[in-house]
């Protein structure tokens, strides 16, 4: 069974620019999360969706914004990026039914910002 | 707010070594909590998970206690190998949601 695959995995943008990172759940799970990794703040949650619908939301800036598709697919975007949003996102799936339904997480996009 | 501290790492054994690594949160609900191990250039593993106090979560050799008296979720290993180094990551989840409270993860290098 294939595991969460995230898209791409590095990119390097610059300053003021946006960007989209995919991510591909597990088959059969329903909601899907993100999280940005940063040697200063750690693991942070920005947010979940299930059954395409927002569901959660972590304390980032409206510039950080996601979406999810009928097929459980989601994607992020940045918008007018910023040197502090360099990162690794990741993304992670699960059942969506709560806390006996493990996250399964991809193996992130690292993203430098220039 | 909900948060979790993790000790300060690296930690650093010799291979066969006794491996704890200390973990405490706190929370206004009763949420699940979890074991995570990132290698490098990797995303996170799960290692093992506790969803009720008492609990013991297993594998690989890991182990952890659901500790709700002192709030603690300490991992342990009785006999750690080189292929353990990695940063291990606790986490507690909100109940009812996918959001992932971390701790600050703890480093493990083990020498031969």
């Known amino acids: 069974k294939a595991g969460v695959t995230q898209t791409p995995r590095y990119l390097i943008k610059t300053r003021g620019q946006q960007v989209t990172l995919s991510c591909s759940p597990i088959?059969?799970?329903?909601?899907v999360s993100w999280y940005q990794q940063t040697p200063g703040q750690g693991l942070q949650f920005l947010f979940e969706?299930?059954?395409?619908?927002q569901r959660n939301k972590g304390n980032f800036p409206g510039r950080f914004s996601g979406r999810q598709f009928s097929n459980s697919r989601s994607e992020m975007n940045v918008s007018t990026l910023e040197l502090g949003d360099s990162a690794l996102y990741l993304c992670?799936?699960?059942w969506g039914t709560g806390g006996n339904s493990p996250l399964h997480f991809g193996n992130g996009t690292r993203l430098t910002v220039t | 707010g909900d948060s979790v501290t993790q000790m300060e790492g690296p930690v650093t054994l010799s291979e066969e070594a006794f491996l704890t690594i200390n973990c405490t949160y706190t929370?206004?609900?009763?949420?699940?909590l979890f074991w995570y191990v990132q290698y490098p250039g990797e995303g996170l593993q799960l290692l093992l998970k506790?969803?009720?106090?008492?609990d013991k979560g297993s594998n690989k050799g890991f182990e952890a206690t659901y500790r709700k008296e002192t709030t603690s979720f300490h991992l342990e290993k009785g006999s750690v190998q080189v292929s353990d180094s990695a940063v291990y990551f606790c986490?507690?989840?909100?109940?009812?949601?996918?959001?992932?409270?971390f701790g600050t993860g703890t480093r493990l290098q083990v020498f031969p």
């Open positions: 992670a799936s699960s």
């Open positions: 929370a206004t609900g009763y949420p699940s």
């Open positions: 506790a969803t009720k106090a008492d």
């Open positions: 986490a507690l989840r909100v109940p009812n949601t996918d959001k992932l409270i």
């Open positions: 088959s059969g799970h329903r909601s």
């Open positions: 969706y299930f059954s395409e619908t």
